[in-house]
């Protein structure tokens, strides 16, 4: 029984030491988690000409007016969920544009979003159109986070309002040019599925 657990064990340290297929299996060794970190290999990411990415929205963030309100526009805190979805195109303009030494691109972000809250706000629906900034960092082959920002034209049945976006957010490649997509940021949460083209 003690020999078993031994050659066990020595099986199960010789995997862990020296890794399964380095070209895209398993890795558990230290030295393929350092070689397969590419945020210091500037370049060395998915090549793509266009990321179009369908999602679904939920916010928490409300504007002023809501169900009758003030008259104002503008941030008016937490509230009941609005619910709905979008769609946004990113096209990248450039590589390492801030910071030359690590693995970063920049693209223009835009896109739509409708949401809506039903009868519990007075039935209320936004339309949402932003435009602004993705700066993209590539950790590994399948892992890649970013930030967006920018502006953000707001419309629902008392006009059209402007605002800001900023939003944190990360994907995670299944396969060579399809990823889950996630973003959490004000105005809300988004989830959805990136298809890169080109």
């Known amino acids: 029984m003690r020999s078993s657990l031994f050659l066990a064990s020595c099986a199960l340290g010789a995997v862990v030491s020296v890794g399964l297929d380095p070209s895209g299996g398993l890795r558990f060794g230290p030295r ?12 060395s990411h998915i090549n793509y000409t266009v990321e ?9 963030l409300h504007y002023g007016g809501y169900g009758g309100g003030n008259g104002f526009r503008g941030y008016n805190g937490f509230g009941d969920p609005d619910i709905g979805a979008g769609f946004r195109a990113s096209i990248p303009v450039g590589g390492t544009l801030f910071v030359p030494r690590i693995n970063d691109t920049i693209a223009i972000t835009f896109g739509i979003d409708l ?9 209320h629906v936004e339309f949402r159109a932003p435009v602004g900034l993705q700066w993209n960092f590539f950790f590994t082959r399948e892992l890649s986070l970013f930030a967006d920002m920018g502006g953000i034209l707001n419309a629902d049945a008392d006009g059209a309002h402007p ?15 399809t990823a889950v ?18």
């Open 115 to 123: 949401t809506g809250c039903g009868s519990y706000c007075a039935n």
């Open 52 to 60: 179009l990415e369908p999602h679904l929205d939920i916010g928490f």
């Open 163 to 177: 605002d800001f976006f900023f939003m944190l957010g990360g994907r995670y490649l299944f396969n060579p040019r």
């Open 32 to 43: 393929e988690a350092r070689a397969d970190s590419l945020i210091k290999r500037p370049g």
């Open 181 to 198: 997509t996630f973003r959490i940021g004000y105005p809300f949460v988004s989830v959805g599925v990136s298809f890169f083209v080109g």
